[in-house]
């Protein structure tokens, strides 16, 4: 069972911002995200998310950002209070057909290796 609650705001002249505050897995979790536009024309936002799992009573706090380098190139970083930090570059080469090059690496366990990845996302 899924459920949730979300308020957004926009307006002409002012940045907009979306809040969502959501049920998860079974109820086992709480999920608590806000993202806000920082700047419309280059796509920069940022955003934060909160989500509290019931059976192990852990918390988990995510800090994330995003700019587009030009309009068909956009970067995204994130990172975590678990010491998880992750990044990608993300390439429209053709309508709706997307190139992304990401990586992650555990901050707190830094012997164990980055995980690189590589996506081609095809759309006729």
Not at 71 to 97: C, D, F
Request: with cysteine; proline share 2%.
């Amino acid at each position: 069972m899924r459920f949730g609650l979300l308020f957004l705001t926009f307006a002409a002249f002012t940045h907009s911002c979306k809040f969502f505050l959501c049920r998860n897995d079974k109820g086992e979790s709480l999920n608590a995200s806000y993202y806000h536009i920082v700047n419309a024309v280059t796509s920069t936002a940022v955003g934060a998310e909160v989500t509290h799992n019931f059976s192990t009573n852990e918390n988990t706090f995510t800090l994330g950002t995003q700019h587009a380098l030009d309009p068909l190139t956009t970067l995204k970083a994130r990172v975590n209070n678990m010491g998880k930090a992750s990044a990608l570059i993300q390439h429209q080469w053709r309508p709706k057909s997307f190139l992304t090059i990401s990586g992650e690496v555990d901050t707190k366990s830094i012997d164990k290796t980055a995980k690189i990845g590589l996506a081609l996302a095809l759309k006729p």
